[in-house]
C-alpha cells in the first residue's frame, strides 16, 4: 500500500459510502470510478466520483459528505468554472487524481423576521457583515411600523449582552437572540438561502433605550489616518484620459466611499463571490455605497482572496475572457447600457434601459483589501479596480421563483445578455428590490466581468429558463432595440479609455447584429438568446456554427467586414429557419 493510500484511505471510505448511497453497491465496480481532490478553504477533500457524474451530483455528494449546500458551491478546474450543472466530469476533461477548487459562497444577507404580539410579520434584510448597533438601529427605523410597541433596548444571547461593535456574522447559527424591549415580540432570523435558522425571541425588559451614535473611527484607521495625509491617496478615479470629466453623480458615490474610509469605516469583504468583492461604506457607517473589485483580487488573479490557483495562460474563469480585466468589462456594461431617452453619456444621470449600475475605474489603497505579501500606507500599494454604486436590495433571483418577476424586467436583462454576450448570468447576478408603494419588483443586473469574451463558447442565461423569456417584446424595447448601433458603441468605449480588442468587438457586432434580426422577425427572447448558449458542454450554439461557417469561407485576405457580412447572410438563413418551423 502507497503513503497515498494510507493518507487517503479514512476519506476514501466516506466518500465511497457516499457513492454508494446515490448508486448503490454497482457503483464501487465499474472502472469508470476516479478519485478527485477537493480544494477548499485551505483543506484538501479526496473523493471518489465516477467520469460519467455530472457536475451536480458531483455537489450533491460533497453536500451529503460535507454539509456544503449545492447552491453555495462554485467549482473551478483547470482555471475554468464547471458552470454547467448537468454537464458530466468527463466533459470538463476531469480525470483521476485531479485537484478541484471550490469556493463556497455564504449569503451577505440575513431575513430578519419581527413578530408582533397580535401575530403581524415583517421582515426586513440585514448584513451579516454589521454589527449589533447597526441590527440595533435597524429594527428600531422597522419599529415605525410597530408603532411605539417595539422600542430596541438591548440584545442578549446565551445570557451574555451582545455589544454594539460585535458582528452579527460572529453570532453563533442557531443561536436564540433574546431582544428586550418594553411590550412583547418576537424575532426570527435566517440566512438568506435557508440553511441555516436564527432565532431571536423578546421578551419584557426596562431599560433605557440605547443611543443611536455613528460609529468611533476604529482603532486600525486611526493609525491609518495619522501615516497617511493625504486623503486622494485613499481613493481616486484612474482615468485614462485626463480631459474627461467625470459627473456629479459619480463624484457623489466616490466622496462618499471617500468619506467612509476617512471616518475609519473600512470596506467590508463580501462572502459571496469568487473574487475579491468589497463593500465600501459612507461616512456614518451605516450606508454601503459602493462596491469595489479590484483586477488583482480577479478570480485567478494574484491576490485573489479565495485561494483560486493562478491563470496558466491568462485567461479568466470563462472562456473568451482575460484575467485582470474584469473591472474595465464592468465599466463598459454601465458605459453600454444606453437609456431609454438616448446614448449614454457620462453627464446623463439616467439608469441605462437594463439598469446596471453606474461603475467607474479607481484607485483605493486600504489594509484591509487582500495583501498577501504584506502592505504598507504607500502608493504602491494603492489598487487599481471598478467602483460600482451599491443598490439596495432585498436578495437575488436565486432567492425566489421567477415566477414573480415583471415580464418588462425580466426582458430588460435578455437585452442587456444578448447584446453583451454574458457569460456570467445566472440568477445570483440579478438583485431583487421593491419600489413605491405597491412594492413593484425591480430588477439590477450586477457582475458583468465576463460580458463581451472573444467567443460564445460560454454564454449561459439562467433566463432562458423562465416563463418570462417566452414571451415576445413589447414595443417599447423593440424600438429600444432598434436604436442600438455597435459601431457607436465601440466608439463610445474608446472615447472612455476602453479600446475592444479585435475579438470582443466581434462579438458586439454579432451580438447586437443577432438581437436585431431576432425581434425583426418577432422572436422571443428566449428563440434568441437560445441560439447563443450551448444546449451541452461540447455542443456548438448556433451562433457557434454561424461564425464556424464563416471563417471556413473566407479567403486569405479578406477583410473583417466581408466576414461579418458572411455571418450576416447566413444569420438570415438560420433565423428564417427559425421563424418557419415556429409557425
Ligand atoms: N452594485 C451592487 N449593489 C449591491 N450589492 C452588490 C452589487 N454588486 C455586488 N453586490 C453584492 O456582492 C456580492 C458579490 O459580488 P459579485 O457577484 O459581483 O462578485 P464576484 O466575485 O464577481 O461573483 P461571482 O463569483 O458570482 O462571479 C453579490 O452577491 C452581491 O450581494
Known sequence: ????????????????????????????????????????????????????????????????CKGFVVKMQKLVFGGRELARNESLVRDYGVSNGNVLHMVFKISDLLVITVRTTCGMEFEFPVDRHQDIGYLKRTILKKGKDFGEELKVQELFCNGE??????????????AVIHLVIQKF?????????????????????????????????????????????????LLEPFVVDPNIELPGYIWDMINSACDGLT???????????TGGTYFMQDGSGNKYVAIFKPIDEEPLAVNNPQGLPLSTNGEGLKRGTRVGEGAFREVAAFLLDHPRTGHRTLSNCE??????????????????????????????YTKVGSLQLFMKNEGNCEDMGPGIFPVEEVHKITVFDIRTANADR???NILVSREGKEGRIVLTPIDHGYCLPENFEDCTFDWLYWPQARQPYSPETIKYIKSLDAEQDIDLLKFYGLDLSVE?????????????????????????????CRETLNKESVIEVIIRDAQDSMLPGMTEATFLETVYKLMDIKLEKLKYKSS
Open 1 to 64: 500500500m502507497s503513503a497515498v493510500d494510507v493518507a487517503l484511505s479514512p476519506v476514501q471510505e466516506e466518500s465511497v459510502r457516499a457513492t454508494r448511497h446515490i448508486y448503490g453497491p454497482l457503483a464501487l465496480c465499474t472502472n469508470e470510478s476516479i478519485v478527485i481532490y477537493i480544494t477548499v478553504a485551505g483543506s484538501v477533500i479526496p473523493m471518489r466520483v465516477l467520469e460519467s457524474d455530472s457536475i451536480g451530483e458531483v455537489k450533491l455528494k460533497l453536500q451529503t
Open 161 to 174: 449582552k451582545l455589544e454594539d461593535q460585535k458582528l452579527i456574522d460572529d453570532i453563533t447559527a442557531d
Open 185 to 233: 415580540a418576537k424575532l426570527r432570523a435566517k440566512h438568506a438561502e435557508r440553511d441555516v435558522e436564527l432565532s431571536v425571541v423578546a421578551a419584557n425588559w426596562n431599560e433605557e433605550t440605547q443611543s443611536q451614535g455613528v460609529h468611533e473611527p476604529s482603532r486600525e484607521f486611526q493609525s491609518f489616518s495619522k501615516k497617511t495625509p493625504d486623503r486622494n491617496l
Open 263 to 273: 471616518k475609519g469605516n473600512i470596506p467590508i469583504r463580501s462572502s459571496e463571490g
Open 351 to 380: 439608469l441605462g434601459f437594463s439598469g446596471v449600475p453606474p461603475t467607474v475605474m479607481v484607485q483605493c489603497l486600504h489594509n484591509t483589501f487582500h495583501h498577501p505579501d504584506g502592505f504598507e500606507w504607500s502608493s504602491e
Open 426 to 428: 445566472h440568477a445570483g
Open 504 to 532: 470582443c468587438a466581434r462579438t458586439l457586432r454579432i451580438s447586437t447584429m443577432l438581437l436585431k434580426k431576432g425581434v425583426e422577425r418577432g422572436l422571443a427572447p428566449f428563440d434568441i438568446g437560445n441560439m447563443m
